[in-house]
């Protein structure tokens, strides 16, 4: 019987990868396609795109060179049997292969999120076979190693997601739900003396109460991108959001990312080892099922550039905060402020120049606790802004936002 059902999955893999044996015919990195630029593009061929048996279920990986490439679909094998399954290509004789399944793969158990290390020399990667959930192989003069099982610590009752990443010093980024928390968190397990240590969340400055998983973790702890479902959503499902590390090595509070990135939601981040690109999941116009998306790693500096302006705001007895999501925005973002009792306010946008743009509140009162004002960018040209909110003391507190194309 053993025989009988690998043949039948063998037979299943032939009729899923055929079709797809048309790959890019060049040499060049990232499969040779068109670098994007501040606009988010679809990354895959034709050959590749989802269909309705096959969608991706992570975004692909490449190996520094931009050479080898990994990825995860969900795939169809048989009416009862779905399972998400490891692939790979890479250029040979100066052309991308063929799809093939890498050497360690086992499609017969569901295996996810390939991670590549910052060499290149050490692929990690999820799989439901016995013997343990997280796997890691290392290159080795004819290839891939066999696979090892990394040793990571779980409590009772903790439920481990599909996404991990991995930093320069082999920690594991992981999201894990608890019976206490069902909604997933992001955790990280150190790698320490040669061990893995119980995970820890990352704390309540990037954690909420709804569902924060998938992460991407910059190899240098530099930043954190993650999917969340929060409030101040702008597309379906979940949002991508970024945190980045403060000096004091606390974590910002989370920016969604904007638009560009998020207008149909957005999932399984992942940013190229060379630092061009960010990769991304979704399904936009023409998709048939998810597929990855790609844009210019510069967003990321973009978001920066926002963490760098944004202040606390000064005591005062009237205003306890005040801010706007998304930011950068792409054709509408949410002013919100939270007076400590009931005021007249006004709040003006101002160009760079300082010259003012338009009055959104005059002379209004606001009762005690939080406001939302939608705010339309869309007729505005792209750059930075000041919005001031002017209470009726006097006071008066600013905040800069990014409008993009």
């Known amino acids: 019987m053993k025989k009988r059902n690998e043949i039948i999955l063998i037979v299943g893999l032939l ?7 048309l790959s890019a015919q060049n040499n060049l990195p990232y499969l040779g396609q068109e670098p ?6 679809r990354f895959p061929p034709d050959s590749l795109l989802a269909t309705g048996d096959r969608w991706w279920h992570g975004s692909p990986v490449f190996s520094p060179d931009g050479l080898e490439m990994f990825w995860a679909e969900y795939v169809k094998y048989g009416p009862d049997d779905h399972r998400t399954t490891l692939f790979t290509m890479k250029v040979v004789e100066n052309n991308w292969s063929p799809i093939k399944l890498p050497s360690f793969a086992m499609p017969e158990y569901h295996e996810n999120s390939p991670f590549y290390s910052v060499g290149g020399d ?9 013997g343990g959930f997280f796997r890691m192989v290392t290159r080795t003069p004819t290839g891939w190693s066999e696979p090892v099982a990394l ?6 009752g903790m439920g481990v997601g599909w996404e ?6 082999g920690d594991i980024y992981l999201e894990i739900s608890t019976q206490a928390n069902p909604e997933p968190d ?9 061990s893995y240590q119980m995970p820890q969340s990352i704390g309540d400055e990037v954690n909420s109460e709804y569902g924060d998983w998938g992460p991407y973790i910059d190899p240098d702890e530099q930043y954190l991108i993650f999917s969340s479902n929060r409030p101040g959503m702008i597309g379906q499902q979940f949002d991508l959001y970024i945190s980045f590390r403060m000096a004091d090595l606390t974590w910002a509070e989370p920016i969604n990312m ?6 149909t939601g957005a999932f399984f981040p992942y940013v190229s080892l060379d630092k061009q690109y960010l990769f991304f999941n979704t399904a936009r116009a023409g998709d048939l099922g998810y597929n990855p998306y790609w844009i210019s790693a510069e967003i990321i500096d973009s978001l920066q550039t926002v963490v760098g302006i944004q202040e606390k705001i000064k005591s005062s007895q009237l205003l306890k905060s005040l801010k706007n999501s998304p930011n950068p925005c792409h054709t509408q973002t949410t002013i919100t402020f939270e007076l400590e009792k009931a005021a007249e306010i006004s709040l003006v946008i101002y160009n760079q120049l300082g010259q003012k743009v338009v009055d959104l509140i005059q002379n209004e009162t606001y009762k005690m606790g939080t406001s939302d004002i939608l705010f339309d960018v869309s007729k505005l040209p792209a750059g930075c ?7 009726e003391n006097g006071e008066r507190y600013s905040k800069k936002m990014i409008v993009i194309e």
Not at 15 to 21: G, K, R, T
Not at 36 to 41: C, S
Not at 164 to 169: D, K, S, T
């Open 36 to 41: 994007p630029g501040m606009t988010t593009q």
């Open 122 to 130: 050490t692929l990690y990667f999820v799989s439901t076979r016995p």
């Open 151 to 156: 040793q990571v610590p779980l409590s009772s």
């Open 164 to 169: 991990i990443a991995v930093n320069r010093f």
């Open 15 to 21: 009729n899923i990868l055929i079709p797809l044996m």
């Open 385 to 391: 802004y000041n919005y001031t909110l002017i209470l």
């Open 186 to 194: 992001i955790y990280v397990s150190r790698y320490q003396n040669g």
């Open 258 to 263: 904007g638009y560009e990135v998020n207008s």
